[in-house]
């Protein structure tokens, strides 16, 4: 069974950027989508960005646009989340997640109809902390 392993995070002040990464073990080609979600304490699971398997599609939950950027090496068969600009309220733990979902292979992919896939997924990583601080 595919597992994914996320890593990157850690402590960055308001403003500064960290790249985390999703390493996959096994195959993925029998998945469609990717997600990057978060969780800050005593809130909901958001998800933040989603990428179709083949990288070519990218979509971006409104509070990330702009600012987090999601891509995929094959080679490395890892997925990255480039965040900039990062804010307190960003503070969160960032997780990974790949789901079942042929349709998100048509363009134009969002987001929003898949999120709950991908939270349904039983393909998630452990999570990497990031804290932003003054």
């Known amino acids: 069974q595919l597992k994914l392993v996320e890593s990157g995070g850690g402590l960055v002040q308001p403003g500064g950027s960290l790249r985390l990464s999703c390493a996959a073990s096994?195959?993925?080609?029998?998945?469609?989508?990717m997600g990057w979600f978060r969780q800050a304490p005593g809130k909901e699971r958001e998800g933040l960005s989603c990428?179709?398997?083949?990288?070519?599609?990218?979509d971006y939950a409104d509070s990330v646009k702009g600012r987090f950027t999601v891509s995929r090496d094959y080679a490395k068969n890892t997925w990255y989340l480039q965040m900039n600009d990062l804010q307190l309220e960003d503070t969160a733990v960032y997780y990974c997640a790949a789901g079942l979902a042929p349709l998100a292979t048509l363009p134009p992919l969002t987001c929003s109809p898949y999120w709950e896939i991908l939270m349904d997924s039983d393909i998630w990583g452990q999570g990497t902390q990031v804290t932003v601080q003054d």
């Open positions: 096994g195959s993925t080609s029998r998945f469609h989508i």
């Open positions: 990428i179709s398997n083949g990288g070519a599609m990218t």
